[in-house]
């Protein structure tokens, strides 16, 4: 179940880099690449480049990338205000920010049903609501052009009012 709920929301992210010119960074890449570069903290997974965004610039120019994706990846970091900084001076002008984020506002996480904490245990230490992320996203500079939900799993009726994770495009603001 995990697998499908990662391949449909990759599927989805997918669909927004079409539309997408220049080259794609991934940060926090893990397991599942999607950029041309791919960026983690330690070396693990299929990163290209092992860089802590919260302490240290990319070695690439201003406005480098087209798109930059965080999937499931900016609830683990300890300051990820930092890492929007970097990812501002890295996006181009057109680009897209594209970020998947669990929802704590979920039905699962409010009644406790489902835990903070992810299968590779290493913890979530921010979580957000559909209206706390994007606030977060306006402080950072970034406009939010779509915000999306994907499901754990379809067919239960508070899935459809109640997305499990939320997939945002943004831009960032000039």
Known sequence: MQFKYRLRKHEEILEVLRSVKGPVLDIGCGENPLGDVNVDVVKYGHGNVVCDLQKE??????????????????????????????????????GKLIV????????????????????????????????SFVEFLHSCNFMVENV????????????????????FVSRKRL
């Open 57 to 94: 610039k990319l070695g690439y120019p201003a406005r480098s990338f087209g798109a930059i994706v965080l999937s499931d990846s900016l609830e683990h970091i300890k300051n990820p205000r930092a890492v929007f900084r970097e990812c501002h001076r890295l996006l181009k002008d057109n």
């Open 100 to 131: 998947t984020i669990p929802n704590c506002g979920n039905l699962l996480h409010r009644v406790g049903i489902w835990k903070d904490e992810p299968i590779t245990g290493n913890p979530h230490v921010n979580s957000w609501t559909r209206k």
């Open 148 to 167: 999306k939900g994907t499901y754990y799993k379809r067919g239960r009726l508070y899935a459809y009012f109640d997305p499990f994770c939320l997939l």
